[in-house]
């Protein structure tokens, strides 16, 4: 009877690890990938600059259960092993919802840019980013991810909408949501912009929207400091059939949900060996 229990539980233990049932939808959602990117340099595991990341990581997985947004900086210049973070959620989201999302696209940079000097992971309601050059508070209006639906109208009155929620949101500060008729939208800058230069990474990313989306029924624009997205009613959830170029968010999401698997059957067979 012991060993029946003792297995009941050691199984119960495993079905947790891959099915937290606590887990919230909207946290599911939030931590849904869109983009990463990693600096081919490399650095040294056991190195100097790997002991300021670790730190660094540290303090950001920590500072997203207070605040939104935070940057850091971990180790002295003049070693030039420095490294330099930062971490943003989007502004609607709860601080657990917040927490969990950071701490998910910590654990996916990991994994993704394994050592890489410079790394930059966002989720659908975080953005972290690390570097071993200074990047905190300098401009960048670099592009780094754009999406258009292969969904497309010719109607008036969707340009007629779409504009109207592209020129609110590009007006917005940090964070700021529109609608009209059907469509929707929202747009954020990061935390350390002021109003002027916010408002500025966003026009850009307005007019990315408009010139490279064209017709579109749903759009998303990611530069270095801002984003902007929108929607028509119907087409916001991303899918295959939609979507023309998330080959690598697919893939990269799979085998992210690969290696975490394994890490947990390691676990798992682990527990088993010691308990069962």
């Given at each position: 009877?012991?060993?029946?229990?003792?297995?009941i539980?050691?199984?119960f233990?495993?079905s947790?690890?891959?099915?937290?049932?606590?887990?919230?939808?909207?946290?599911?959602k939030?931590?849904s990938?869109?983009?990463?990117?990693?600096?081919?340099?490399?650095?040294d595991?056991?190195g100097?600059?790997?002991?300021?990341?670790?730190?660094l990581l540290?303090?950001?997985v920590?500072?997203?259960?207070?605040?939104?947004?935070?940057?850091?900086?971990?180790?002295?210049?003049?070693s030039?092993?420095?490294?330099?973070?930062l971490?943003?959620?989007r502004?609607d989201?709860?601080?657990?919802?917040c927490?969990?999302c950071?701490?998910?696209?910590?654990?996916?940079?990991n994994?993704?840019?394994?050592?890489?000097?410079a790394?930059?992971?966002q989720?659908?309601?975080?953005?972290v980013?690390?570097?071993?050059?200074?990047?905190?508070g300098?401009?960048?209006?670099?592009?780094?991810?754009?999406k258009?639906?292969?969904?497309?109208?010719?109607?008036?009155?969707?340009?007629?909408?779409?504009?109207?929620?592209?020129g609110?949101?590009?007006n917005g500060?940090?964070?700021?949501?529109?609608s009209?008729?059907t469509?929707?939208?929202?747009a954020?800058?990061?935390?350390?912009l002021?109003?002027?230069?916010c408002?500025?990474?966003?026009?850009?990313?307005v007019?990315?929207l408009?010139?490279a989306?064209?017709?579109?029924?749903?759009?998303?624009?990611?530069l270095?400091?801002c984003y902007?997205r929108?929607?028509?009613?119907?087409?916001?959830f991303?899918?295959?059939?939609d979507?023309?170029?998330?080959d690598?968010g697919?893939t990269?999401?799979?085998?992210?949900?690969?290696?975490?698997?394994?890490?947990l059957?390691?676990v798992?067979?682990?527990?088993?060996r010691?308990t069962?």
């Amino acid at each position: 009877m012991f060993l029946n229990k003792l297995h009941i539980s050691c199984l119960f233990f495993f079905s947790t690890l891959l099915f937290p049932h606590s887990t919230k939808q909207s946290s599911a959602k939030a931590a849904s990938f869109i983009y990463s990117g990693c600096s081919p340099s490399k650095y040294d595991p056991n190195g100097p600059f790997q002991n300021n990341l670790t730190p660094l990581l540290t303090s950001i997985v920590s500072g997203a259960a207070q605040a939104s947004y935070n940057s850091y900086k971990s180790g002295d210049d003049s070693s030039g092993a420095a490294a330099y973070g930062l971490y943003q959620c989007r502004n609607d989201l709860s601080s657990d919802d917040c927490s969990n999302c950071v701490q998910s696209a910590v654990s996916q940079l990991n994994l993704v840019c394994a050592d890489s000097f410079a790394a930059s992971l966002q989720l659908d309601g975080c953005f972290v980013r690390y570097s071993n050059e200074d990047f905190l508070g300098k401009s960048d209006t670099t592009m780094t991810y754009r999406k258009c639906s292969t969904s497309r109208s010719d109607d008036a009155e969707f340009f007629r909408r779409r504009d109207d929620v592209l020129g609110d949101l590009q007006n917005g500060v940090s964070y700021r949501t529109s609608s009209s008729g059907t469509v929707q939208g929202y747009a954020q800058c990061l935390g350390d912009l002021g109003a002027a230069d916010c408002s500025a990474c966003l026009a850009q990313a307005v007019g990315q929207l408009k010139n490279a989306c064209g017709s579109a029924l749903a759009a998303d624009v990611y530069l270095a400091q801002c984003y902007a997205r929108y929607w028509a009613s119907g087409h916001y959830f991303r899918s295959s059939a939609d979507y023309s170029d998330d080959d690598i968010g697919r893939t990269v999401a799979i085998i992210v949900g690969i290696l975490a698997g394994l890490a947990l059957i390691v676990v798992f067979i682990s527990f088993l060996r010691k308990t069962c």
